[in-house]
């Protein structure tokens, strides 16, 4: 069974997908483009979006009450853009950027907003000479 949305995009239970070790998404026997999801009272809904098998574009989690829980943004099965924690109320307890998979800057929020922990990559850090070969590799 698939589900249609606005935009003709396919929507697949979770169930129905199936992924191997190398987390390529099928469906059918064939690499899965479309969105991904689970809808549990309990835990909420899930979704994520792939395209020819690969993530590709907005994961995204919510809590049973409908809140959006949190968001993060793929290419290519990696991480690539922001990912965003939110807690119940609907404020951000979490926020990251990732390029290429390298986590680049984050920052934890008390319940008021306030910065309590941030970082951001620096030239000497082990993974900026890994960030510069793959810039170098896929672009910026």
Known sequence: MTDQDDQNVVR???????????????????????????????????????VD??????????????????????KGNVRDGHNREFREDGSMWLEEIYEHGVLVRSARFDENGNVIESFEISEDSPSFSQLQRLWEQFGR
């Open 53 to 74: 098998g690969a993530q590709e574009g907005p994961s995204r989690d919510w809590y049973p009450s409908g809140q959006l829980k949190g968001e993060t943004i793929y």
């Open 12 to 50: 697949i239970p979770d169930v129905l997908l199936h992924y191997d070790a190398e987390l390529v998404y099928t469906y059918n026997g064939q690499r899965f483009t479309g969105i991904g999801y689970e809808d549990d009272p309990e835990r909420g809904r899930s979704e994520i979006s792939c």
